[in-house]
């Protein structure tokens, strides 16, 4: 049962935007928190921003100033606004709640590739 699906990745030069969406299902949406992570090939899947079911945000110190997550609980959707994209931001990208986190369950990714 897909739980999140992913979309808005691309190719895009350094200093550029993406805009990031991910649409959830699921009766818990709304009081749960949410989380954008990325994995980098090689490297271990990481926390990139986080909110809360108030709206509480939190970021990883890499991408704090140039990427804002939000929340539309009614749409279910989190969005992730990447903007002054660095080639090192180049990753797979992915959204999840704890409980699937913690199931290891994970949707299909969108690829980010910040390359001139």
């Known amino acids: 049962q897909v739980h999140v699906v992913e979309s808005g990745g691309g190719l895009v030069q350094p200093g550029g935007s993406l805009r990031l969406s991910c649409v959830a299902s699921?009766?818990?949406?709304?009081?749960?928190?949410m989380g954008w992570y990325r994995q980098a090939p090689g490297k271990q899947r990481v926390l990139v921003a986080g909110?809360?079911?108030?709206?509480?945000?939190n970021y990883a110190d890499s991408v704090k100033g140039r990427f804002t997550i939000s929340r539309d609980n009614a749409k279910k959707t989190v969005i992730l606004q990447m903007n002054s994209l660095k080639p090192e931001d180049t990753a797979v990208y992915y959204c999840?709640?704890?409980?699937?986190?913690?199931?290891?369950?994970w949707g299909q990714g969108t690829q980010v590739t910040v390359s001139s």
């Open positions: 999840n709640d704890l409980p699937h986190q913690a199931l290891g369950s």
């Open positions: 699921g009766s818990t949406f709304s009081i749960n928190f």
């Open positions: 909110i809360s079911s108030g709206g509480t945000t």
